[in-house]
């Protein structure tokens, strides 16, 4: 394909590209309504190098992806499809989530996950990781390749990229899905009678091909749930079990940056579809790991127990704009019910190294 090119060796991507540094006048005000106009679940922003916001993320159109647009943060324009999977031609068939859109030399690259066409075993869950290519951000969007980036032998989901000193770096949740695990929740679960098992999704790190064809050397395990109870992140992570939502626990969504030397991953646990999907974090001094996950994990959750109406919220990134530090993610409210809405809120990191998200919260904005 007249894509499939050593799309770094002339490695220039804009600060705009990766979402992590402002374009903007530092003091520039942002005003905005939580939640925004914009129905999506796993959403993730681009800032664009035409000066304009889009968001890409799961849901609002069938077998593929829709966008929206932005000037300001607060009003969206839907785009419409720009992408369109399942087709006689593509590699994929279902379930099309977690798109993430990065602008590299001029061209747009799209990462998600989807089920793989190739399944002679007919797994419930087939998930794998592809690529697709547009000339502009509002797409349309065709597949780079006609097979997923590479094939782990398990499912995965939730593509992350950090690009670092010419290199490559691509983050991944292997899926629960046949991947039951022992731990003392699961013990403690199964002595309860609840379950006779517990299944676990898990993030790892690769470096990745240049021109995306595959990746390179082995998939590192960064991220799991807590082995051991007494564990002081296996309260909130273990709450899908310890509520009777399912007999899984979930480490997905992650989202890495850098701040002065350290890398941070952002991460999510517990059902997306319940009202306990939080977000946690982790650090390291090398991309590929060893991860601490932090004391003040999560650094955002339901707020409903100090009198709030928003559940569910994760899968999240991060960006910088008019001087301050954004998280996006989705989240539900009463209002909204079941369906998942995009909320955005300010985050830092404090001077200690200690990451907070100023959220969830609703109604008018003004930062």
Not at 148 to 160: K, S
Request: proline share 6%; with cysteine; charged share 25%.
């Amino acid at each position: 394909m007249r894509y499939k090119l050593l799309i770094f060796k002339y490695l220039t991507i804009s600060c705009c590209c990766l979402g992590l540094i402002s374009c903007q006048p530092k003091n520039r005000e942002i005003s905005y309504q939580n939640p925004l106009p914009v129905a999506f679940g796993d959403p993730f922003v681009l800032k664009s190098s035409d000066g304009k916001f889009y968001m890409y993320g799961t849901g609002g159109v069938r077998d593929g992806f829709r966008a929206c647009v932005s000037s300001d943060l607060a009003h969206w324009e839907d785009l419409g499809r720009i992408y369109q999977g399942n087709t006689a031609d593509s590699w994929n068939v279902a379930n099309f989530w977690a798109p993430e859109v990065y602008e590299i030399n001029g061209k747009y690259y799209m990462l998600f996950s989807a089920d793989w066409r190739e399944n002679p075993t007919n797994e419930l869950e087939n998930f794998r990781i592809g690529v697709s290519v547009a000339d502009q951000p509002s797409g349309p969007f065709k597949d780079l390749m006609n097979r997923p980036i590479f094939d782990p032998g398990y499912p995965i989901i939730d593509a992350n990229l950090l690009f670092e000193d010419g290199k490559v770096y691509l983050y991944y949740s292997r899926c629960c899905y046949k991947n039951p695990v022992e731990s003392e929740i699961a013990d403690w679960a199964k002595a309860q009678g609840w379950y006779d098992e517990i299944e676990e999704s898990w993030v790892y790190g690769v470096e990745l091909k240049p021109d995306f064809s595959g990746i390179i050397g082995e998939p590192q395990l960064l991220l799991r749930p807590p082995i051991e109870i007494n564990d002081r992140q296996a309260e909130w992570e273990s709450r899908s079990v310890t509520s009777r939502e399912v007999n899984r626990r979930w480490t997905e969504g992650s989202f890495i940056f850098k701040n002065k030397d350290t890398y941070y991953m952002m991460y999510s646990a517990n059902f997306f579809g319940g009202e306990n999907y939080a977000v946690g974090y982790a650090t390291s001094q090398s991309p590929l790991g060893p991860f601490v996950k932090a004391d003040n994990n999560p650094v955002l959750q339901k707020n409903t127990e100090k009198g709030g109406d928003v559940t569910g919220t994760g899968h999240c990134m991060a960006f910088h704009e008019g001087g301050k530090m954004y998280c996006v993610y989705h989240g539900r409210t009463k209002e909204t019910g079941e369906e998942r809405m995009v909320f955005m809120d300010s985050m830092e990191v404090l001077p200690d190294g200690e990451l907070t998200v100023y959220g969830p919260t609703t109604g008018q904005k003004n930062q």
